[in-house]
């Protein structure tokens, strides 16, 4: 929920609810409560360590879920021009570097002593990670994917290390989860390495190659995983379909951008998958987007402008917020 209002403040929709929506996200950014069914999981953890300890189920994406939103608390401030909340939230978005392992390249459940869990397995699903591994769950740093190259080792070392998520076997270990689960079929059904479309902590994944310079990569993958991994039949979906979030990835990467980072304003450019769309907004301005020479073997986007000017690899509606470290 606070990804969709950031979102909606940085558009500029709904601004007499911010001040509001802005407290009951503070609310439930300082509040501990008793019950783990209500607010933040180890909020009292997080707040006294940066992050959620080993010792709490899903440490990992639930530490880096705090940042984001942290993050997204900071950009609700920053529309409203308060700059002490903006600021302090920016800072405790950066929390989800306590986490990240150098020696691997990913994140690492960290007991609360600080130090990383031992016996580190990649592809162990559950424990620190939700529906996943360390693969599927390491790059959930929407508010600060350049802070997550540069603790990579830059550019192209992380591009290197999203070529090696693609590109290893569909390989699981049950881990914590003591037995398969569905999701852990349907990444090896696909057989696209780490990379578990059918789940949506993958979403993303594809255009990080773009994000991280590589867009030849952004578009590659996604033009793969739209001409394999969906259909029109009774399988056509490669996971399931949970309350449209995945007919919402096709759609999206078929128009050949992507919202990797609500609460931004920015969409990062992929690869369109039809000859023409036509998309009506609602301030009454028309979106028309026309792909030349698309045929299923043309896997690369050769020259990309708007009404006339050459884009990059990424359009934006609103400065991107800056974020604190």
Known sequence: ??????????????????????????????????????????????????????????????????????????????????????????????????????AVGLMHPRLRNGEFTPNFDPLDWGSGYTEGSAWQNSFAVYQDLPGLI???????????????????????????YR???????????????????????????????????????TQLTVKQLLLTAFNAGPTGYPGDEDNGSMSSWYLWSSLGLYP??????EYVL?????????????NDKTLTITTANNHNHMQFVGLRTFNGADLGTSISTTPWPAVGR
Request: proline share 5%.
């Open 150 to 176: 540069e603790l990579t080792g830059g550019s192209a070392a992380f591009t290197a290390q999203l070529h090696r998520l693609v590109n290893q076997p569909s390989t699981y270990h049950v881990g914590t």
């Open 270 to 282: 992929g690869i369109p998958f039809f000859d023409a769309v036509t998309i009506h907004l609602p």
């Open 1 to 102: 929920m606070d990804a969709v209002i950031a979102d909606a403040a940085v558009k500029q929709i709904g601004s007499e609810l911010m001040p509001e929506f802005l407290t009951a996200m503070i609310h439930g950014a300082e509040t501990v409560s008793d019950d783990v069914r209500y607010g933040r999981e180890g909020l009292a953890d997080y707040l006294k360590l940066g992050y959620v300890p080993a010792e709490i189920d899903e440490s990992v994406n639930k530490t880096l879920d705090y940042a984001y939103s942290d993050w997204l608390i900071s950009v609700v401030a920053g529309t409203l021009n308060d700059t002490a909340t903006q600021a302090k939230y920016a800072t405790r978005s950066q929390n989800y570097r306590k986490l990240f392992d150098p």
């Open 179 to 217: 037995g398969v689960i569905h999701e852990m079929r349907e990444m090896a059904a696909l057989d696209f390495g780490q990379l578990a479309i059918s789940n949506q902590p993958s979403f993303h994944l594809p255009y990080l190659f773009a994000v991280a310079g590589d867009a030849a990569g």
């Open 260 to 265: 990797v980072t609500p609460g931004s304003g």
